[in-house]
């Protein structure tokens, strides 16, 4: 059982061809993507990073997002591709690709591909096709042993069969930060048209217990069963990390970690049974939370409307 319907993937690691800080709007082009991705309730998100890293995570820190880099030094995009579906084919149902560069798509647009049936999703716009892409966790072992030429494109071509287009009425598939007046224009309209409906989930007492950023570190600890890795990964402090975990385990009366320390083959840290089966009910509860309340909010655009 995977821990989540749908993960997403941002490309940012090519320094010559990725601009994250660009502005679009009154925020960045990475961060606006973030949003974008959180607000369809995609997770978890993995932005892979290198172009203006620094800055990069500083403005994610606090956002809930995994930064994962390429193994190539000056990576082409299919590398980040690769980098971000090997991370996610064990963890989600389907991915969500863009690259940074093309953050000017709607959330609507998300929406309709999240309820297209088929293994890869992508829109389309005037009869051409854009970004962002969704792709059935079935399709990335055949996706990442690809060898051929053109990339992405390669890889998705042999797979043509099983692509499915989505015809959107959303220009912002096809630009990207480069495109000027264009790109600006689409962001006033989507501003001005996409009513969002924003939902955030935690536990709490006196103080927050559980939220975005306990539920990714869970989920690290998971996939690197180290702390550590897991901390490095999410920009989060190891201090932060053990209260945040304390803190939890205490108020659930409940055993997340399984610790093991030393001996010959080193420590070792990953989710108990218990800790596992948190992580999947909650995010399958968050998952029901985001489908109920955005039905809700159609039904109700739909009453003003008449």
């Given at each position: 059982?995977?821990?989540?319907?749908?993960?997403?993937?941002?490309?940012?690691?090519?320094?010559?061809?990725?601009?994250?800080?660009?502005?679009?709007?009154?925020?960045?082009?990475?961060?606006?993507?973030?949003?974008?991705?959180?607000?369809?309730?995609?997770?978890?998100?993995?932005?892979?990073?290198?172009?203006?890293?620094a800055?990069?995570?500083?403005?994610?820190?606090?956002?809930?997002?995994?930064?994962?880099?390429?193994?190539?030094?000056?990576?082409?995009?299919?590398?980040?591709?690769?980098?971000?579906?090997?991370?996610?084919?064990?963890?989600?149902?389907?991915?969500?690709?863009?690259?940074?560069?093309?953050?000017?798509?709607?959330?609507?647009?998300?929406?309709?591909?999240?309820?297209?049936?088929?293994?890869?999703?992508?829109?389309?716009?005037?009869?051409?096709?854009?970004?962002?892409?969704?792709?059935?966790?079935?399709?990335?072992?055949?996706?990442?042993?690809?060898?051929?030429?053109?990339?992405?494109?390669?890889?998705?071509?042999?797979?043509?069969?099983?692509?499915?287009?989505?015809?959107v009425?959303?220009?912002?598939?096809?630009?990207?930060?480069?495109?000027?007046?264009?790109?600006?224009?689409?962001v006033?309209?989507?501003?001005?048209?996409?009513?969002?409906?924003?939902?955030?989930?935690?536990?709490?007492?006196?103080?927050?217990?559980?939220d975005?950023?306990?539920?990714?570190?869970?989920?690290?600890?998971?996939?690197?069963?180290?702390?550590?890795?897991?901390?490095?990964?999410?920009?989060?402090?190891?201090s932060?990390?053990?209260?945040?975990?304390?803190?939890?385990?205490?108020?659930?009366?409940?055993?997340?970690?399984?610790?093991?320390?030393?001996?010959?083959?080193?420590?070792?840290?990953?989710?108990?049974?218990?800790?596992?089966?948190?992580?999947?009910?909650?995010?399958?509860?968050?998952?029901?939370?985001?489908?109920?309340t955005?039905?809700?909010?159609?039904?109700?655009?739909?009453?003003?409307q008449?």
């Open positions: 059982m995977k821990i989540s319907s749908c993960g997403g993937v941002i490309a940012a690691a090519n320094e010559k061809f990725a601009f994250p800080l660009s502005k679009v709007g009154n925020t960045t082009a990475v961060k606006r993507l973030v949003t974008c991705f959180q607000d369809a309730g995609i997770f978890p998100i993995v932005v892979i990073s290198g172009a203006e890293e800055e990069v995570r500083y403005q994610l820190s606090s956002s809930g997002v995994v930064f994962l880099h390429p193994e190539k030094s000056e990576p082409e995009l299919f590398d980040s591709v690769k980098t971000g579906f090997a991370f996610l084919q064990d963890v989600c149902d389907k991915i969500m690709f863009t690259p940074v560069n093309v953050p000017l798509f709607s959330p609507l647009t998300l929406r309709l591909l999240r309820q297209a049936e088929g293994e890869i999703i992508s829109p389309s716009y005037g009869g051409k096709g854009g970004h962002p892409m969704l792709v059935s966790t079935a399709c990335v072992p055949e996706i990442l042993a690809y060898q051929g030429g053109n990339g992405l494109r390669g890889a998705v071509g042999v797979l043509k069969s099983r692509r499915v287009w989505v015809d009425d959303d220009p912002g598939i096809l630009y990207t930060v480069r495109d000027g007046d264009t790109a600006g224009q689409s006033g309209q989507h501003g001005g048209e996409v009513l969002r409906l924003t939902v955030e989930m935690s536990l709490k007492k006196d103080v927050t217990l559980f975005a950023r306990a539920k990714l570190l869970l989920l690290l600890i998971w996939k690197t069963h180290s702390v550590k890795a897991a901390c490095e990964q999410m920009a989060l402090s190891r932060k990390a053990w209260e945040m975990l304390n803190a939890l385990e205490v108020s659930l009366e409940a055993e997340l970690i399984e610790r093991r320390h030393g001996g010959a083959k080193g420590g070792r840290t990953t989710l108990s049974h218990q800790g596992l089966t948190f992580l999947r009910e909650y995010q399958r509860l968050e998952d029901d939370l985001h489908r109920y955005q039905g809700k909010l159609d039904a109700l655009k739909s009453f003003l008449l």
